[in-house]
């Protein structure tokens, strides 16, 4: 059950980061962005969790905005399992969860 719960949280937590660079990455290369090809790895990685976000937001919601319900959802996912590791990990005892 642990090694489910760190990959779930690993999945996340690469996530969450591919969504931060390709935030910082869209400010700092402005208009230019969609011909940088960083860009589009980072666009790659995150486009499965845009579109799953899609699927469950309402239909009055941009499709501009699916990337920031993306985030917001694996943001509050992330607390959620770490939160079931932290029980996992003392139900079971902290030498087996190292």
């Keep these: 059950m642990l090694t489910l719960i760190l990959i779930v949280k690993l999945v996340c937590e690469i996530a969450l980061l591919s969504f931060l660079g390709r935030a910082m990455l869209a400010m700092l290369a402005g208009e230019r962005r969609q011909s940088n090809p960083f860009y589009a790895i980072l666009c790659m990685l995150t486009q499965p969790f845009v579109r799953a976000a899609g699927w469950v937001t309402p239909s009055f919601v941009l ?16 607390i959620l399992v770490t939160l079931f590791k932290i029980k996992q990990c003392l139900q079971v005892g902290l030498e087996h969860c190292r």
């Design 63 to 78: 499709t501009k905005h699916h990337p920031f319900v993306a985030f917001c959802v694996l943001c509050v996912l992330w």
